[in-house]
């Protein structure tokens, strides 16, 4: 339960005018080459745990305030998600930044004498900007990989969800080196006015269409970019699979969050043979999760604005297929019960684009190899995809289909984990972060040669003339 006494700032738009300033601060921090000292990136590190421990409660409120995101869920899916990430980080960081001596086989025999090492250096400046459905986490969680690279950053929550807006620039510019950290807050306007300063990485995560735009904007700078995107992700229940065990565990998938997940299934394709008991099983595993109903329960996020509820609510309304789980809505509360529809058509509204919430459905395949062939034509490079069946059934979904990450037997932890890298392929992400993937995305890996003076008596071969007495040209 959110704690009643927290106080959270009205949400402001920073300035427009101001924007250029604050990246340029990020960037003058940067050459100042303080944010290179471990200790210093330690020091941070640390301030941001014990800020998230101070700030669980108002984190939590604003949590409530934004999604009606339940307490279990705020803490184990935010705030305790990042600090996991801050002391993986913590305990790790002088293993990541050390330079690494490149030997035998990395470099040839004939070069062994010379010395060739990777140098960890952190990128610069950087923007993070985030999404709306984990306003803390999302945002948070990169931070953790900028801060133990050594970049400095700017920060972009989404204006979706101001409450967690406010208190993480709260956060970030009380507990933080302010020079090096600070959080820009707004919508489309604001991002555009930061993506024309010059930024040494944008890390975006969002949706493929925002992507797209932020990937053309940064391409016209050479910016790289990481993209976390979204897309329609299967799962597959095959006739060997725990069916009980696949329909909780799916069940769980689409209510966290009320299935405002990037990681969420879209779809199951289901054994047409077991079809009818997976549904069932889907039914029982709604009644033990919410025996009073999902409106009555306080573990239920809602949906985070009403053109999101209207967006989800348009596709029930237009499906052709059958309601068989759920289907309640109700806007004043923007609150939509975990649905299942059972479908016959990839055209149906229901497969066409990503739910972003608690509605999905349910395709009968005839054989593993019609759903093998169904999928990819509804997305071929998904964010997740989740394998339910007996190993060999899930070995060949693995290998038929590609996915950022992908379940086997559950859902979600294949990204759940912060020590695991997590990102998409293809249209659903570039690049990865989480444990050590996090400070990697931060860092250029600088390769650097260094050669003895004397061994140009082995080397001399290279200078002008050349001996062309070898080479019949
Ligand atoms: P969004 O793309 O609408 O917004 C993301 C950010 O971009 C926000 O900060 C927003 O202010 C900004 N933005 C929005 N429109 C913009 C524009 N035209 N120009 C510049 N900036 C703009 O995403 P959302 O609706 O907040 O989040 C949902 C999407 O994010 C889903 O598609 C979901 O799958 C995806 N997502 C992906 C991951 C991942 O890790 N791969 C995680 C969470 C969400």
Redesign the pocket.
Known sequence: MADSKVVIAPFENTPLETIAAVSSTARTTFSSHKTKDLQWRLVQLRKLYWALEDFKPAMVAALDQDLHKGGFEAVFTEVDWVKNDCMFMINNLERFAKTEKLKSPDVPATYSLMNFRIKKEPLGAVLI??????PIQ?LLAPLVGAIGAGCTAVI?????TPACAMVIKEVIETRLDRDAFSVVN???P???AL?NEKWDKVF????????S??AKKAAETLTPVCL????KNPAFVTKKANLELAARRLMWGKTLNAG????SHNYVMVDKDVVDTFIDFLKAAYKEMFPNGAKASKDLSRIVNAR?FHRIKKMLDETKGKIVMGGETDEAELFIEPTAVLVDSLDDSMMQE?S?GPVFSIFPVSTLDQALELAPQVHRTP?ALMAFGDKAETDRILNSMTS?GACVNDAYFH?AVHTVP???VGD??WGAYRGKASFDTFTHFRTVSETPGWMDRFLRVRYMPYDWSEYKL
Not at 204 to 211: D, L, M, R, Y
Request: aromatic share 10%; charged share 10%.
């Open positions: 900007i985030g999404p709306y459905n984990f999302l972009k929550p989404s204006e979706l707004g919508g489309i604001e991002t555009n993506m975006f995560t969002g949706s493929a269409q925002v992507g735009i932020i976390e995107l979204g897309g405002q997940v990037c990681m999101h990503e972003f964010l950022g990204g997590f990102g998409g659903s992400g």
